[in-house]
């Protein structure tokens, strides 16, 4: 599902692709920009996955990226649900953070520093 990247807006149209200076029925953002397109990166050089690309200087503004393709929103959330999951669970297994030992540090805490009445 195509959606806006600023509200979540789905985006309805017959087209494959916004024109170039198609808004947000909901919040008028540009649709054709750098933040709705499937090649962002911003870990790559000039944020984009594709070689030379020209550079932008407003990611979220109209541009006229001959190499733009509206990214599945749906698709990257689920992507990026398993990632984070992954890296929770590493987290998780190198400091011991699950819910119980926490709940266990802060008895011990108020154990050894609690109020002594």
Known sequence: ???CHKCGAE???EKRQPGVKEVCARCNAYLHCC???RHRDPARHNECRIPNTEWVGDRAGCNFCDEFEF???DAQAGRDAGKLEIARS???ELF???RESQAEGRD???KLFGDSK
């Open 1 to 3: 599902m195509k959606r």
């Open 11 to 13: 985006w309805v149209s």
């Open 35 to 37: 933040k709705n397109c």
């Open 71 to 73: 990214k599945d929103s």
């Open 90 to 92: 590493a987290l998780d």
């Open 96 to 98: 011991g953070g699950n």
């Open 108 to 110: 011990a805490f108020e």
